[in-house]
């Protein structure tokens, strides 16, 4: 297979790592190819260590068909957003922290930014039924089958997010965690009175 595709993967994967999206071993990433199959995370490997040779290829059932490793648990949910969706090409899943916050709260992330509003519409929360787990995969599906929705939050987990390529994927979840601080300092701000305020 070409090379580009594995060079643009480990290129979101340290970008990802640098911007504070995603620590340690978790988060994980897939790119649909032109062949149908996927390239996809391998379990137990942070972002940051990933080379372009420690990549796996899937098929449409998860089933490694190159490379060495086992895929991230949280494949068979990129596989049903993929099936939901296709014309999506590449799905993200990342921890970053300010998101999350709203996802272990199980509260919706407030868009209060025209660009948000515009480009986000809604970031939906996907009920936690279990990490890995078909049911999990079912509801993500589920949630992507609606055309409007580019990313959601997982309760008690992370966000997802998709694109028709790896950068789209990229830059909504970035958007999704940005908005996540300016609605958690917005709200701090709201609680300090301003200069004449009683």
């Known amino acids: 297979m070409p090379e580009q595709p594995r060079r643009d993967f480990v290129a979101a994967c340290r970008r990802a790592f640098s911007l ?6 978790g988060g994980n990433i897939s790119l649909r ?14 972002l940051c260590e990933l080379e372009p040779d420690h990549l796996l290829v899937c098929d449409g059932e998860g089933l490694v068909v190159q490379g060495a490793g086992k895929p991230t648990k949280e494949l068979r949910s990129h596989l049903a ?12 899943h990342y921890h970053p922290p300010h998101a999350t916050a709203y996802a272990v ?25 279990g990490e890995g787990s078909l049911e999990l995969a079912s509801a ?45 300092l917005s709200g701090l701000l709201r609680t300090i009175p301003l200069d004449g305020d009683k």
């Open 20 to 25: 504070g999206l995603q620590m340690s071993t």
């Open 33 to 46: 190819l032109d062949s149908g199959y996927l390239l996809v995370k391998p379990s137990g490997l942070s």
């Open 81 to 92: 957003i993929y099936e939901a969706r296709p014309e999506v090409g590449a799905v993200v």
């Open 105 to 129: 709260s199980r509260r919706e992330i407030p868009l209060l930014t025209v660009h948000a509003k515009r480009i986000l519409g809604r970031v939906p929360l996907v009920e936690a039924v």
């Open 140 to 184: 993500v599906g589920k949630t992507f089958a609606a055309p409007k929705v580019k990313a959601a939050l997982l309760a008690e987990h992370g966000i997802i997010a998709v694109g028709e390529n790896l950068r789209k994927a990229q830059n909504l979840a970035e958007l999704v965690e940005e908005c996540a601080r300016v609605a958690l």
